[in-house]
């Protein structure tokens, strides 16, 4: 049984900064890809950044470029989110998303598993 599971969200002042966490269990082998998407209620999930595990390769959302930073963690299937420069723009409920397959691009229907999501409120 995989799970995914975030936690560091919260709440922060604009210009504040928070670092989002994401690992993954249950999963034997290595996601090729883990992302970061946001959901605002009443809105759609969107992508915020991406990361291909075997690569580092990285894209960001609009949004997100030179504000923030995804990364991985030392431990396989582990990622991190690094939030700079937060506005109020930035509320939402942060999900972490993980794909066996290496995946181009910000859309969620190409990810296999998803965490429950962590609050972030500016």
């Known amino acids: 049984h995989v799970q995914l599971v975030e936690s560091g969200g919260g709440s922060v002042q604009p210009g504040g900064s928070l670092t989002l966490s994401c690992t993954a269990s249950?999963?034997?082998?290595?996601?090729?890809?883990m992302a970061w998407f946001r959901q605002v209620p009443g809105n759609e999930r969107v992508g915020v950044a991406l990361i291909h595990t075997t690569t580092d390769t990285t894209y960001y959302a609009d949004s997100a470029k030179g504000r923030f930073v995804i990364s991985q963690g030392n431990a396989p299937n582990t990622v991190f989110l690094q939030m700079n420069s937060l506005n109020p723009e930035d509320t939402a409920t942060y999900y972490c998303a993980a794909a066996r397959t290496t995946v181009f691009g910000l859309s969620d229907k190409y990810y296999d598993y998803w965490g429950q999501g962590t609050q972030v409120t500016v």
């Open positions: 249950g999963y034997t082998s290595r996601f090729n890809s």
